[in-house]
């Protein structure tokens, strides 16, 4: 019998520890993400990855804001999530080093 789960859905959930699910959080493609939601979710709560679920809250968030008239969404929202992306990077890269 195929796997006929998504490879980047398969790694999550196979992931070994929250390191390794920031990293392939990061790395997911936004299209991705909005198809996905509920698995992803399940992923970050079967592993209790708490910091993720809120990741992917934020960035849900962001991408379904309504934009201003230059196309940019609200500041307040952009400058959160990005830096919860800086530290989730940070403590994804710590697995690196």
């Known amino acids: 019998m195929t796997d006929s789960m998504l490879p980047m859905l398969r790694q999550l ?16 493609p936004d299209s991705v993400l909005l198809k996905y939601r509920g698995p992803i979710v399940e992923c970050c709560r079967r592993g209790c990855f ?15 804001a309504v934009r201003d008239g230059q196309g940019c969404a609200p500041a307040d929202l952009a400058r959160v999530a990005e830096r919860y992306r800086e530290t989730l990077a940070a403590f994804a890269a710590e697995a690196a080093a």
Do not use: C, T
């Open 13 to 28: 959930y196979d992931a070994d520890g929250d390191r390794e699910r920031a990293d392939i959080l990061l790395r997911m």
């Open 50 to 64: 708490e910091v993720g679920l809120a990741f992917i809250d934020l960035r849900i968030s962001l991408l379904l």
